[in-house]
């Protein structure tokens, strides 16, 4: 079944034609109102020539257009967007073909039967931080383990959530045959679970990526009879009851913005209303329903609704069992106001239980 999820990556791009080029003896500005006027452009010669041409459509667009208010930043964002995925550069036999190029391991990984196309440049600089990332892996304070995330898929940042739940499932004193982690991402939550003795976890995710890459990160370790995967949404096809459901859902709520439909981050208007009424009828009845959230809407007045909360006043399926709070530690921030929001950010750990 795995077998024939298809991932989610750049577009390659095959042009009729052939591209304007740049290279260090093209004039810049000329290059920049060419993509202005949406004409495509292709990085010759030396991968810096794409990272020099970038800063200066930055720099240039910075002067062009007011970024003061919250709208002039979004159009900004957008139209810096929009005219840096026109920059263009070419992939043959799944290596960069300028000098100078970083080692993208996507490459083969991702396009295994395309030998010649073109990727956009911003589109491969993520692809190859995503390399970075999955290559060397991120050490996560709770595990041994480190994390391999794969491109495209969520992982953790910061960790003070991490170690609450650590701490929660230190004291758990219940049965531990079985758990759901409803959106598994890079895996981290199923694989706290499973260091403390869950025997079995049933793992779901939207996201193709995050079911390919714990698939293909598994193999055939014990971890991956541990560990079952379905790719859908919410509980998929996990019908039985379990003693532990898991959620460490998207923290903000997605408004009209084109550029938030990235469903690790932004949540819908059904998202939390369908997961209780799905998780109540998969939840045993001494079972723990714990759920991973943060104040970060709240305290930066996106919206004063709390979705858990909202459920344990008006759901009628839920009680609270304990709800454990910790100060997230911030890195070092630039404004005084985000100093200030990071100085009251707090992630929660919601633990409740059937009426
Ligand atoms: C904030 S991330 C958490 C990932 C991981 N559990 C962790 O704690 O690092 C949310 C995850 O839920 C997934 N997701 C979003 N909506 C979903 C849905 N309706 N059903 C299943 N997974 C969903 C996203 O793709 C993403 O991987």
Redesign the pocket.
Known sequence: MIKDISVNKPEPFFPKQPLVQFNRLININRSIKGLEAGKAILITEFYSNGLVLLSELQKYIKKTMPSETFQEQREYRSTYQKLSNLIYIQVVDHKLTVKKAPFIGWLKKLYPGTSDFLLPFPQVQGLNSAWQWYQNGILIPVLRNKLHPYYG????TRFD??ILLDNWLKRYKGSKKSAI??????????FQMIKHGFQKVFG????PN?IVGLTEYMGGTKLSRKIQLDF???F?QWEKQTELI??????LPASQELDKND???Y?NET?FL??FTEAKKRLLPEGKLVI?FSNLAQITDVTKEHPIENELANGGRFKLDTCLRKKVKGASSKTKREQNRRSKEEVELWVLVNE
């Open positions: 898929v969520y992982f953790p959530h991490l982690d409803v959106g598994i991402g890079s895996g981290v939550l199923a779901t995710d939207t996201n995050a859908a949404p919410l998929g898991v959620f460490n859902p998207p923290w469903q690790a981050i949540y998202l369908d997961f991973i």
